[in-house]
Each structure stands twice: as structure tokens, then as C-alpha cells.
Nanobody
Framework: QVKVVESGGGLVQPGGSLRLSCTVS????????MKWYRQAPGKERELVAG????????TYAEFVKGRFTISRDNRRKTVTQQMNSLKLEDTAVYYC???????????WGQGNQVTVSS
């Protein structure tokens, strides 16, 4: 059984930082691209960041470049997203996704709320 479990969300003031973690089990982790998505109220889910299966390449949405950092540990089967200089518009439910590198099929986590508010 595949499990994708996120942790680390919460409430933070503008300009603050949070670190999201995602732990995966039940699959061969290094066969999967890992991505973070987010969905704000009333908006569609959008891609935030991604990292290749070997961790060698990382991509970011323009709206988080320079503020967010994605990383992965294939030994621990985890992916993290360090979020700095958070803005009000970063408020959303953040989802971790494990995506098979050959089929693009994947698995979603349950989502983790991040709220940026003064």
C-alpha cells in the first residue's frame, strides 16, 4: 500500500518561514519524480516545485523562485520544501505528489494547510 504523508504546515506571519516534509512508503522511491502542488480557496491546484528522481534537477514556479527550495533524500524516502519570505498569497493547502518517471501515474498526499497571516 502506497502512503504519501505530509507534515509541517501551520500558521506563519508574512516574511516568515515554514518547512514542509513528505514521507513516502510502499513504492520504489527513486523511480519517482517528486512534486509539490498547492491549492488556494477558489483556485485550481497549481504546481509549485519539482525534483527529479535522482535529485539532480529542480524546477520552480515563477511565483516561488528564490523563496522556496525543494530537496529529497532517497535513502529516507522523503522530500522537503523549505519556504522562506512567505507572502499572504502563499496561503493554500500544499500537496505532495509522487509521480512515476515512465508512466506519469502518481500518488497524492492528503494535503497540509499553510496559512500566512498577520
Amino acid at each position: 500500500q502506497v502512503k504519501v504523508v505530509e507534515s509541517g504546515g501551520g500558521l506563519v506571519q508574512p516574511g516568515g518561514s515554514l518547512r514542509l516534509s513528505c514521507t513516502v512508503s510502499g513504492l520504489t522511491f527513486h523511480y519517482y519524480v517528486m512534486k509539490w502542488y498547492r491549492q488556494a480557496p477558489g483556485k485550481e491546484r497549481e504546481l509549485v516545485a519539482g525534483v527529479t528522481s535522482d535529485g539532480g534537477r529542480k524546477t520552480y514556479a515563477e511565483f516561488v523562485k528564490g523563496r522556496f527550495t525543494i530537496s529529497r533524500d532517497n535513502r529516507r524516502k522523503t522530500v522537503t520544501q523549505q519556504m522562506n519570505s512567505l507572502k499572504l498569497e502563499d496561503t493554500a493547502v500544499y500537496y505532495c505528489r509522487a509521480e512515476d518517471i515512465t508512466t506519469n501515474n502518481g500518488y497524492w498526499g492528503q494535503g497540509n494547510q499553510v496559512t500566512v497571516s498577520s
